[in-house]
Nanobody
Framework: QVQLAESGGGLVQAGGFLILSCAAS????????MGWSRQAPGKERELVAA???????YYADSVKGRFTISRDNAKNTVYLQTNSLKPEDTAVYYC????????????????WGQGTQVTVSS
């Protein structure tokens, strides 16, 4: 089973940006669809972006046009570029993986990282 480790979270002012990274190990990275989800206090975990093994993408409406997911199969890494951040983007961001096909729901992903905190101040 693939292991995932996120990095890149932090504190940023509204309108700013962060680049989140997720390094994968223990599996054949190119076989996996990857995703980023987030969970704010008191709220359910939400899938915000996903990318298939071939590069097809999905975005939640809440982040469409502001966030970009990408992957580098040579580095076993998936990225989430987060632009125009808003206070409501504050959450713990988790990297996720599933074999083969892209998915658009949190429950479809079977492997998770420990998360990285993103805090957006107003």
């Amino acid at each position: 089973q693939v292991q995932l480790a996120e990095s890149g979270g932090g504190l940023v002012q509204a309108g700013g940006f962060l680049i989140l990274s997720c390094a994968a190990s223990g599996g054949t990275f190119s076989w996996y669809a990857m995703g980023w989800s987030r969970q704010a206090p008191g709220k359910e975990r939400e899938l915000v972006a996903a990318i298939s093994s071939s590069g097809g993408t999905y975005y939640a409406d809440s982040v469409k046009g502001r966030f970009t997911i990408s992957r580098d199969n040579a580095k076993n890494t998936v990225y989430l570029q987060t632009n125009s951040l808003k206070p409501e983007d504050t959450a713990v961001y988790y990297c996720a993986a599933r074999r083969f096909d892209i998915a658009t729901t949190v429950g479809a992903f079977g492997s998770w990282g420990q998360g990285t905190q993103v805090t957006v101040s107003s």
